[in-house]
């Protein structure tokens, strides 16, 4: 990966995962444009982060999705990195469960990175040192208790990222694949739970020197652990991962 031939669209770039990412895409002399959500948290990253270019984009709005596409067109994208995630705890024992959007969460973590890719492929085709990256999760190996919509989701997509490598080297599409499987990271998304968690900085760097290596699947941190168990016994990583 030549990083100053690099054009990033990193989503969900404002927080998190996705910012560090930003940064150490912006520090190796990639061009980077990332998103956010929210107008807020994008004017705060614009501020924080001028070296990249900013864009509200809300992931599970199909119409923004196209609209995206069309503000990214002629700009060279090669990398496409699919990170923007939401998290709902939900228990489906619990009446509360009726309060939570299922539908928005799978398009947020779902449809929208895969209809994005959708989207986005025709004009990566053309691009030299074209590559995917699926933000996944350790839960993707195995679930654990406290979400199932998100585990079901990130599965979905791991198995959704495993295809679509297939077909694009079958069909000889010059686009890699790669998965990232981060453990648990010190982000809002889990703030106040879980221990032993790494800093959005040391995955954001796995992550990175994966890409470099031209990695189908980059276990971050402890996500390697988990592998390496769900290989030799996927019933105990089951039972170690579906506790918490
Ligand atoms: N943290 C972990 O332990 C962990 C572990 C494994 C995998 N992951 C995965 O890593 C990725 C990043 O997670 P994180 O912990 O860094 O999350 P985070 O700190 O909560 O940040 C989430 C990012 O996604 C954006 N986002 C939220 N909803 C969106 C939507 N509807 N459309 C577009 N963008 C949206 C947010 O934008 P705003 O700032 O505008 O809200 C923000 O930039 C996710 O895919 C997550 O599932 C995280």
Redesign the pocket.
């Known amino acids: 990966m030549k990083w100053n031939q690099t054009h990033a669209l990193v989503?969900?770039?404002?927080?998190?995962?996705?910012?560090a990412l930003v940064d150490l895409l912006v520090a190796k002399g990639a061009a980077v444009t990332a998103?956010?959500?929210?107008l807020?948290?994008?004017e705060q990253?614009r501020q924080d982060c001028p070296a990249a270019h900013w864009i509200?984009?809300?992931?599970?709005?199909a119409n923004q999705r196209a609209g995206l596409v069309e503000k990214i067109q002629g700009k060279g994208i090669n990398l496409l990195i699919?990170?923007?995630?939401?998290?709902q705890l939900h228990d489906f024992t619990q009446s509360e469960v009726l309060q939570f959007n299922t539908e928005?969460e799978t398009?947020?973590?779902f449809t929208?990175p895969v209809e994005l890719t959708k989207s986005m492929l025709p004009h990566l085709r053309h691009q030299a040192n074209a590559r995917l990256v699926f933000?996944?999760?350790?839960?993707a190996l195995a679930p654990k208790r406290s979400s199932p919509v998100?585990c079901a989701n990130?599965a979905g997509l791991r198995s959704f990222a495993k295809s679509l490598r297939a077909q694009l080297r079958h069909a000889q599409w010059p686009i890699e694949v790669t998965e990232a499987?981060?453990?648990?990271?010190?982000?809002?998304?889990?703030q106040g739970r879980?221990r032993g968690?790494i800093t959005?900085q040391a995955?954001a760097s796995q992550i990175v020197r994966g890409i470099e290596s031209g990695k189908d699947e980059i276990y971050v941190g402890a996500s390697a652990l988990l592998r390496v168990i769900s290989r030799i016994s996927p019933s105990l990583a089951e039972a170690i991962m579906i506790k918490r």
């Open positions: 989503t969900g770039g404002t927080r998190g995962i996705g910012r998103t956010g959500r929210t807020a948290s994008v990253a509200v984009y809300d992931q599970s709005d699919h990170n923007a995630g939401v998290q928005l398009a947020i973590n929208g933000v996944t999760s350790g839960l998100y990130k499987l981060p453990p648990l990271v010190d982000t809002d998304m889990t879980g968690k959005p995955a």
